[in-house]
């Protein structure tokens, strides 16, 4: 009794999806593919993911260097993909249904165009498509770390708080030597003077 109830609310929620018209959700692709930045893929699989329209859906990135976002759905999104040590291009991702023969859209296959993308402009139709499932190459690779600058004398005394310190020093130790050279009588008229 109770397994014939279960199957019937099943169907119900089927059918309900059915004519609701939920809309039908897509899958995006890739792999993220070694080049002279990156040269083992499997040195960022535990770190980075893919993330899509700001952390919208993600997907994590395997030992192999793919990955998978699901539940995406039709229209435009940003895929970016988020390491601690490289840095990926940012990807517009425009998913929508197929044409079939007759140039009707249906039957809930769907197409991915995929252009790299610049921060801050806008998407343009006229930079090359990108070939699915993606394939990308990480860009540059984070330098968190300078190292320590040795001791430089120049840049000691080039310091604003050094160049007062030093003008005081002036002041301190050759100002009085130079009113010991002063005339007498120039000595006199300035004492009247203040």
Known sequence: MLARLLLIIQCIVLLSIGVLGIDKTYRLRG???PNE???DVSQIATRATAVVNGGER????????SFVVDNLELG???LEISAVDYAFPKIHVRISLK???KGTTG????SVAARFVQTGSEWSEDTPLLGYPLQIEASAK???FTPRQGFDIVAMFSNPYMLMVGASLVAVFLLPKLQANIDPEAMKELQNKS
């Open 37 to 39: 930045i990156l040269k």
């Open 76 to 78: 435009d999104s940003l």
């Open 142 to 144: 984070y330098d968190f």
């Open 99 to 101: 044409e079939d023969d």
């Open 107 to 110: 039957g809930g296959r769907a």
């Open 31 to 33: 792999t993220i593919i």
């Open 58 to 65: 993600r997907g994590f990135i395997q030992s192999d260097g």
